[in-house]
């Protein structure tokens, strides 16, 4: 079965600064990969997803992840951190079997001034 | 509507009785998920329904959960005999089926809080 770590709970940068949110995922076959984010107090919303087209995947508000085969890792980035980036992130897998999607634990990003 | 809707937003009810949360998926949406959000333990996929297909139950954490959706649409979540370890936010999220890749739009919630 599918499954995805993200390492750390919380990541905290500076405004400006690169954001790196961490996700390493289990698939036993080729994995579909998001990442959704939660605002405060608002639902979940897609920001970006891989589908086996490209392994740099772009996706809202200046955030890209590459998918990494070898490392089994779908990294979040973003090189300029801005104060309204400040939510919970998640990262999610699901197989080309069409199973449920599953997703990590999470990771709170703050922003500070 | 135009998106997902769930009811009630917040329940409030005590050790041992049962609770049903609702969702009303966006309309033609034939993928539709249960998930339950609590402090530190991210999303945890409780059931999943797939068109026609008998849905994947696999997340269901105890004998005490159900869900069933009527018609291809409405669902019902049901907590029997509640316990203080099922307060959290129950989310629910649906999806076209046109493709495996396609966006989950979720609804806001309903937070359960047993006393």
């Known amino acids: 079965a599918q499954s995805v770590t993200q390492l750390g709970s919380h990541v905290s940068v500076s405004e400006g600064a690169l954001v790196l949110l961490r996700c390493n995922y289990s698939s036993s076959v080729p994995p579909y990969l998001f990442w959704y984010v939660q605002y405060p107090n608002q639902g979940l919303q897609l920001l970006l997803k891989?589908?086996?087209?490209?392994?740099l995947v772009k996706g809202i508000n200046g955030f890209e992840a590459e998918f990494k085969k070898s490392e089994t890792s779908f990294h979040l980035t973003k090189p300029s951190a801005h104060m309204s980036d400040a939510a919970e992130y998640f990262c999610?897998?699901?197989?080309?079997?069409?199973?449920?999607?599953?997703f990590g634990k999470g990771t709170t990003l703050s922003v500070s001034s | 509507g135009a998106g997902v809707s769930q009811s009630p937003s917040n329940k409030v009810t005590e050790k041992g009785k049962d609770v049903e949360l609702r969702c009303d998926p966006i309309s033609g949406h034939t993928a539709l998920y249960w998930y339950r959000q609590s402090l530190g333990q991210g999303l945890e996929f409780l059931i999943y329904?797939?068109?026609?297909?008998?849905?994947?139950k696999s997340g269901l954490p105890s004998d005490r959960f159900s869900a069933e959706r009527t018609g291809g649409s409405v669902s019902t979540l049901t907590i029997q005999r509640t316990q203080q370890e099922d307060s959290a936010v129950y989310l629910c999220?649906?999806?076209?089926?046109?493709?495996?890749?396609?966006?989950?739009?979720f609804g806001e919630g309903s937070r359960l809080t047993v006393l």
């Open positions: 329904f797939q068109g026609n297909s008998a849905p994947d």
């Open positions: 891989y589908t086996s087209a490209a392994t």
């Open positions: 999610a897998v699901r197989d080309q079997a069409g199973t449920a999607l599953i």
């Open positions: 999220a649906s999806s076209s089926l046109v493709s495996l890749t396609g966006e989950l739009f």
